[in-house]
């Protein structure tokens, strides 16, 4: 499986983005994508995921309410909608895909994402 992320860029405070992972290759035995990021100086962590048959989205408390995931099933692309931005969203922004659960086996190049004040 391969994951190709992409739509980060500059945004102001207050803004959005919509963040790409388009997954390719043997993409029928997975169990679920998520979105990770890593802040300069600072430990990748989780963000968001969906199950493989997009339903169950989860988040972390810090972006519920701003950010959303989804699928698009005809092209196998997992979206993260990005609203609201605010600088602490800064970051580099990865996607994974796991084969069961809480195993994020694949992982797409990161994408970054910088929001100005």
């Known amino acids: 499986v391969q994951l190709q992320a992409s739509g980060g860029g500059l945004v102001q405070a207050g803004g959005s983005l919509r963040l790409s992972c388009a997954a390719s290759?043997?993409?029928?035995?997975?169990?679920?994508v998520g979105w990770f990021r890593q802040a300069p100086g600072k430990e990748r962590t989780s963000v968001a995921s969906?199950?493989?048959?997009?339903?169950?989205?989860s988040y972390v408390d810090s972006v519920r309410g701003r950010f959303t995931i989804s699928k698009d099933h005809a092209k196998d692309t997992v979206y993260l909608q990005m609203d609201n931005l605010k600088p602490d969203d800064t970051a580099v922004y990865y996607c994974?895909?796991?084969?069961?659960?809480?195993?994020?086996?694949?992982w797409g190049q990161g994408t970054l994402v910088t929001v100005s004040s």
């Open positions: 290759g043997r993409t029928l035995g997975l169990y679920a």
């Open positions: 994974a895909a796991s084969v069961r659960s809480n195993s994020w086996r694949y």
């Open positions: 969906i199950s493989w048959s997009a339903k169950n989205p």
